[in-house]
């Protein structure tokens, strides 16, 4: 269940999780099953956000709609998307062919900018290109969270740490944040404490440092979301690793902004 001290720094919700139709979840992973595992767990609320790599996938957003349609829930259940920023081009315009009811819209960044590296690529490149690399994606971050109806930042400086420079999230690297923070601050776009983080990063000295990115954050005033990223009914609502790591940021339930605009949702009948 989701209760108890350990998750008192955080409000009773997966803002993350993915279902079979994205390609890489286990086949349990319907809307459905989704849905019960959640209440079962006791959670208030959910944002499902499948993956939108390109423009092809954009049908499966209209095949979730259909089978959001007729779920009757007992807690609050929103569909999202998590659209990747397309690593052809600088600027997110894929983001803009999101219908904007598919709320809360997180962006994520799993290549590199003009590049066929993925995240998961643990390539042998130059320090030279990966300082490039480095500059590339700050640049094309910060364009994307500019981009109108962006809600949420997906697991910020995972991809700087796979093949980036950057062994620990100290120094130069916290410099660097400090800018794209204050852009997100002004557009209202959430920093994701994200549960599959601590199986992304390659290091103990990655994991004991990034805290320091949203305790940079909080402080310049961005607000936050919180995911487990599931792809397996297990992992819905696991989410003990980003507690660990809010607490340590300094984070409490009231850093967290739930997105109560617009979009597709579904709330529990009224008796």
């Given amino acids: 269940m989701f209760s108890g001290a350990e998750f008192d720094n955080l409000p009773a919700v997966d803002m993350h999780i993915h279902t079979v139709h994205c390609g890489h979840c286990s086949a349990e992973m319907t809307l459905p099953n989704i849905v019960h595992r959640a209440e079962r767990l006791g959670l208030k609320q959910i944002a499902v956000t499948d993956h939108v790599w390109n423009e092809q ?24 998307a998590e659209v990747d920023v397309d690593p052809r081009h600088g600027d997110g315009r894929l983001i803009e062919q999101i219908r904007p009811c598919f709320r809360p819209l997180i962006i994520a960044t ?25 500059k590339k994606w700050f640049r094309w971050v910060t364009a994307a969270v500019r981009r109108e109806n962006v809600d949420v930042l997906a697991h910020p400086g995972v991809l700087l740490s796979r ?6 999230f100290e120094a130069e690297i916290l410099d660097r944040f400090t800018d794209l ?18 199986f992304k990063l390659l290091g ?8 320091n990115l949203p305790a940079l954050a909080a402080e310049l005033g961005v607000k936050f979301s919180v995911g487990s990223d599931s792809h397996q009914l297990a992992q819905i609502g696991q989410l003990h690793w980003a507690s660990r790591i809010a607490r340590r940021a300094g984070l409490q339930a009231a850093d967290f902004r739930l997105y109560k605009g617009c979009g597709l949702v579904k709330r529990p009948a009224k008796a």
Avoid: C
């Fill in 110 to 134: 799993h290549a590199y900018p003009q590049s066929t590296l993925m995240w998961y690529d643990d390539g042998h490149v130059s320090r030279r290109t990966k300082r490039s690399l480095l």
């Fill in 163 to 168: 093949e980036g420079p950057e062994l620990r």
């Fill in 57 to 80: 996938q954009l049908a499966m957003l209209d095949v979730l709609e259909q089978e959001f349609e007729v779920v009757e829930p007992q807690i609050t259940v929103r569909l999202g």
């Fill in 204 to 211: 103990p000295q990655q994991l004991d440092t990034y805290h």
């Fill in 181 to 198: 923070f204050g852009v997100m601050r002004a557009h209202g776009v959430a920093f994701e404490i994200n549960e599959q983080v601590k």
